[in-house]
């Protein structure tokens, strides 16, 4: 089994930024990708990006310029910086990693952005 946990949500002005973070621990041998989803209430969850064990990252194109995936492959955690958040941005991330084959996922972190 993996467990994630992810941080650094909170309640953030328009224009603000925070930095979110994902801690995998447990049985894990091999993460290939690892990414963030989110949540807007009364919503689907949603793809946000994902960077691959090489590097390769893909956002979603309403956070391109603005949200920046990185991660540390010693460590197993993995990042995301959010500048210039917008209302719209308000949402439970989540954070998901594809480990030997399978999907794991945090619990989430809420993010909220005032207007």
């Known amino acids: 089994q993996v467990q994630l946990v992810e941080s650094g949500g909170g309640l953030v002005q328009a224009g603000g930024s925070l930095r979110l973070s994902c801690v995998a621990s447990g049985s894990i041998f091999t993460i290939k990708a690892m990414g963030w989803f989110r949540q807007a209430p009364g919503s689907q969850r949603e793809f946000v990006t994902f960077i691959t064990s090489d590097g390769t990252t893909n956002y979603t194109d309403s956070v391109k310029g603005r949200f920046t995936i990185s991660r540390d492959n010693a460590k197993n955690m993995v990042y995301l910086q959010i500048n210039s958040l917008k209302p719209e941005d308000t949402a439970v991330y989540y954070c998901?990693?594809?480990?030997?084959?399978?999907?794991?996922w945090g619990e989430g972190t809420l993010v909220t952005v005032s207007s």
């Open positions: 998901v990693v594809d480990s030997d084959g399978q999907d794991y």
